[in-house]
């Protein structure tokens, strides 16, 4: 047996120092590990510009990208904070049947497609053909995947595809 007695310490580190002003603040998503698990696909699709560019910056930042990149992170998190908040608008109750299933099962994927798929359609359905933020790509997506199994025919997207879309998403990330 030790004769020293154990010392934890569990206190919480904070680092004061401010930002510099050329980084934009943004506040934290502040969600846990499911609600990202089950918003993941849709945030991967809307935010995979964001996401390409700060990793590239990563990449060309060779290890020394956490301030140098700090710009591009910023510029991720607003998205995937603009991706739960429209979900949340329009598809809640959905959303939340889906991540508490996924909460419940250990974050198993395989046990809450029933879920997934009902939200998967509120979000083609109410989101990425009827929002000018979705990429035009996920609406040629929803035509021909879901579109063709339900038999709808969405003008909404073939409007859209020539439209800036880009464009107008870019501006509101970069306020």
Not at 109 to 133: I, T
Request: glycine share 6%; net charge negative.
């Amino acid at each position: 047996m030790a004769a020293r007695q154990p010392r934890f310490n569990q206190a919480l580190l904070y680092d004061l120092t401010p930002l510099p002003s050329s980084i934009p603040s943004v506040p934290e998503i502040g969600a846990s590990s499911a609600p990202l698990l089950s918003a993941s696909y849709f945030i991967g699709a809307r935010c995979k510009a964001y996401n390409d560019d700060y990793m590239m910056c990563k990449t060309e930042a060779h290890g020394r990208g956490e301030f140098d990149c700090m710009r591009e992170g910023r510029k991720v998190t607003r998205c995937a904070a603009s991706v739960l908040e429209d979900i949340n608008k329009n598809c809640l109750e959905e959303f939340r049947r889906h991540w508490n299933c996924l909460e419940n099962n250990n974050q198993q994927l395989w046990q809450c497609r029933p879920h997934e798929w009902k939200l998967n359609g509120c979000v083609f359905d109410k989101l990425v053909c009827s929002r000018l933020s979705w990429f035009s790509a996920q609406c040629i997506v929803a035509e021909t995947v879901f579109g063709a199994a339900t038999g709808k025919e969405d003008t909404q997207c073939s409007d859209q595809r020539d439209t800036g879309t880009f464009a107008e998403t870019a501006d509101l990330l970069t306020e």
